[in-house]
């Protein structure tokens, strides 16, 4: 246990006076602070956000804004195009138009066929303009409508009337509400995402480091291999751990302080439950220390620092698979996939804290879970500690993780 703290307290000491982790750790949370508090000094800018500006105020700015568009159609299909944002140009010939769009006088332009189809005339057609073509298209479905009601007998304002009528529909939740949880449930999982794979690497490069320049072999014979590569492990465990409370610690700090400037908006970043919270540490955590001990496990496998790369590349695929795997489950929490990958511990620390935050899952399948989990990342520390020795003794080309598996079976 002396010689495992000795190792931890080494290890952290080398992490916090590391120049670049404490720079990075206090920019990234002056940045997060600054994000959280400067749009809050700046007089007007959070005014619509919270609302405090008249709708008729609001309505002007938003046409003088208004791009301009070409448009070629009867004059009545025109004056149902109220409802469309924007300054129409009207035209007679398409050849003029295609001009007017091409030399950027205008941003697009509509043609309406008298058969009822509409062109779209688009220098380059962007994700945004499916929109705009789906609201043209609305507003001449609706001047359809109005002159078939018109042929049918029906007055205008017999048309006004019908189209008065209206549904409500109001949610009951009988469970999670996924709408306000996905936002802080998406950070999260990118929280654990950059802690697997950037600490993960570091690790993975201290113990290679020291095979490199043969310290190693001093430490191996001095030190008890398993103090050595827990100590390793947990140190950068700790150190992304402590980074990350004092980054997101920041960013809630600050929330708190000009949260009622925002107008609550950002909630459903910050109002984090204390149940996801508590998953989130447990899992999260499990989760980063069975990747980490697997990075020193192969860090410990090669010889040069180069060579890393190459070996961690299954490990770094298996976890981008796992947070694919999460990505899916923010949309489907409760999904047979999320189900079975919330049991399989490379996954389980992704998609159970999902299913807690998003989803219903019984508190069994909790425990389940967890067990799982825990037991694979101890049994996975006891065969790194073991590789570790193996690995750390032998030189050359980079050894296999079977063949090392094999070598310490025979012994």
Not at 2 to 24: A, D, H, M, P, R
Not at 138 to 146: D, G, S
Not at 234 to 259: E, K, N, R, S
Not at 304 to 318: N, Q
Request: glycine content about 8%; aromatic content about 12%.
């Amino acid at each position: 246990m002396k010689q495992f703290l000795t190792v931890l307290k080494f290890e952290l000491n080398n992490y916090f006076k590391n120049k670049s982790f404490l720079i990075t750790t206090v920019l990234i949370a002056l940045v997060i602070a600054g994000v959280i508090i400067v749009p809050t000094l700046i007089p007007g800018l959070l005014d619509n956000i919270n609302g405090s500006k008249d709708a008729q105020i609001v309505q002007e700015e938003v046409e003088e804004s208004s791009e301009q568009y070409g448009i070629i159609a009867p004059e009545k299909v025109k004056e149902s195009l109220s409802l469309f944002p924007a300054k129409w140009v009207d035209y007679t010939d398409e050849d003029a138009m295609k001009e007017a769009v091409e030399k950027d006088e205008i941003e697009a332009g509509f043609i309406l066929r008298d058969n009822g189809e509409v062109t779209y005339i688009v220098n380059n057609l962007g994700m945004g303009d499916s929109n705009i073509m789906e609201q043209f298209r609305q507003c001449v479905l609706a001047y359809e409508k109005e002159q078939y009601l018109l042929e049918k007998g029906l007055t205008p304002e017999e048309i006004h009337q019908s189209e008065r009528a209206f549904v409500t529909v109001t949610p009951e939740v009988l469970g999670k509400n996924s709408v306000n949880n996905f936002w802080y449930t998406y950070v999260l999982v990118f929280v654990v995402y950059f802690l697997i794979l950037f600490y993960g690497q570091m690790i993975a490069v201290s113990v290679t480091t020291e095979k490199s320049n043969r310290a190693i072999e001093i430490l191996v014979t001095s030190v008890n291999s398993n103090s050595l590569i827990f100590g390793k492990v947990l140190a950068g465990a700790l150190a992304g751990i402590i980074q990350t409370v004092i980054i997101l610690g920041t960013g809630f700090a600050a929330y708190m302080a000009v949260g009622e400037a925002w107008g609550g908006i950002l909630d459903r970043l910050f109002d984090i439950p204390s149940r996801v919270l508590i998953a989130f540490g447990v899992f999260g955590i499990l989760s980063y220390l069975l990747y980490a001990f697997i990075y020193g496990m192969l860090g410990a496998l090669v010889s040069k620092t180069e060579d890393i790369s190459k070996s961690s590349s299954p490990v770094t695929l298996i976890y981008v698979v796992s947070f694919l795997v999460a990505m899916f489950g923010l949309n489907v929490s409760d999904s047979m996939l999320i189900k079975v990958a919330s049991f399989i511990p490379f996954t389980s620390g992704n998609a159970m804290f999902i299913r807690i935050s998003m989803g219903s899952v019984d508190t069994w399948e909790i425990l389940v879970s967890l067990i799982l989990l825990a037991g694979t990342c101890v049994f996975t520390g006891i065969l790194a500690a073991k590789i570790f020795r193996f690995g750390t003794l032998n030189y050359g080309n980079p050894i296999k993780i079977m063949r090392a598996i094999k070598s310490i079976r025979e012994k």
